[in-house]
């Protein structure tokens, strides 16, 4: 248990840094200073237990404080779209890249720190490292957006009400049924990540550097097809979540049988890095059933329902584990069967949602295809 936490702990960090987030965003710290201090919590933090593992707890402790800056970067970016793009339709589009870049950004972690971890286990830390790139990136790039009261004052009593509305708008059950159908995935995609590499050990099934190039699959596959995901909402519409559950479903079954052929494990995480894709969509589906004036307060419920997803999955894996008893396979049996059952939900709701009802086509352009390389 101990062992899986140092994955996702971080997670919790990152629910706890989104709820301070709120406390301090309105106040009189500026942002570049939240920002500086998001993330250099995050990749000082991050990249310490590199040198410093001679306890689990000093880790743990680590990777719980590197989430907590995540949280508060995750956070910025919500409350500075908010600010300084004043087109409500304009930045619902850029909210929901922004939560899409935040996903793609923890594959793409994971996939290289599992790849430093196969030169040695604290090595995989180090991919943290490219945090820093990003935070002279932001020193020189960011901008700061201008308070709530210049804004008022420039735009008059309409953005005043725009922002009261922001603090105390309630969401429709609709969004928080998304949070959870997508908090789900979360819980469920760790089942099959985790145990890929323990099946192909026990199949002999390749090398540490096969169970690497799962990983790089995996990644690969979630970037090309998010390239296109804009088409792909276009095509599917209302079956697009739905059908990406049930990829994930596939995916899982794959693992299930793929015993000792190395080129099944391959094809297995090409279906999940295709089916990871809901983490733009879904998105896309909060869109379609929130007002503007909530977006910023849905894209922080996501990133909560997230965080919280990956962090349960570790729990949810060691009660699988007790259950499956001797049978290994029972967690990814158990999320295989989750995500078509998922999937069917997710359709439900998509027939009698209303926002689908009203959905044009025509909004999607532009959606995804500016902003999803991943490479």
């Known amino acids: 248990m101990a062992l899986s ?101 923890g594959i793409i972690f994971t996939m290289l720190g599992g790849w ?64 959870l159908l997508f908090m789900g995935y979360q819980m469920l995609l760790s089942q099959g990540l985790i145990l890929s590499s323990v099946f192909m050990d026990i199949n002999g099934a390749g090398t540490a550097g096969d169970a690497a190039n799962c990983l790089s699959i995996f990644t690969v596959f979630t970037a090309v097809f998010c390239a296109f995901g804009g088409a792909i909402l276009k095509a599917l519409g209302k079956f697009t979540d739905p059908i990406f559950y049930c990829i994930l479903g596939a995916g899982m079954i794959c693992l299930l049988v793929a015993g000792s052929n190395t080129m099944l494990y391959y094809v297995a995480m090409a279906l999940l890095g295709i089916g990871a894709c809901v983490c733009a969509f879904v998105n896309f589906e909060v869109s379609l059933i929130t007002s503007p004036a909530g977006m910023a307060w849905a894209a922080s419920l996501m990133m909560i329902g997230t965080n919280l997803g990956n962090f349960l999955s570790s729990f949810l894996l060691g009660a699988l584990q007790g259950i499956g008893g001797d049978n290994v396979y029972f967690p990814v049996i158990f999320a295989a069967v989750g995500y078509f059952v998922l999937g069917a939900i997710f359709l439900i709701f998509n027939l009698t949602s209303k926002g689908w009802r009203n959905y044009k086509a025509e909004k999607l352009d532009g959606y995804v295809e500016e902003a999803a390389p991943l490479e």
Do not use: H
């Open 5 to 105: 936490l140092i994955n996702t702990l971080p997670s919790l960090g990152t629910i706890i840094g989104i709820l301070v987030f709120g406390s301090v965003a309105n106040g009189k710290v500026k942002f570049k200073t939240i920002a500086n201090i998001g993330m250099l919590s995050s990749g000082i933090f991050g990249i310490l237990p590199t040198f410093w593992n001679d306890s689990i707890w000093v880790i743990l402790l680590c990777r719980l404080i590197c989430g907590f800056g995540t949280g508060f970067i995750m956070s910025l970016g919500a409350t500075w779209f908010m600010r300084m793009i004043r087109d409500k339709d304009e930045r619902g589009k850029y909210l929901s890249w922004n939560q899409m870049f935040g996903s793609g950004g």
């Open 116 to 179: 430093l971890a196969t030169i040695q286990w604290n090595y995989c830390f180090l991919s943290l490292a490219f945090i820093f790139v990003a935070w002279i990136i932001m020193l020189i790039c960011f901008q700061e957006p201008k308070t709530v009261e210049q804004i008022v004052q420039e735009e008059g009593a309409k953005s005043a009400e725009e922002f009261q509305q922001a603090k105390r708008v309630k969401l429709g059950a609709g969004v928080w049924v998304v949070m």
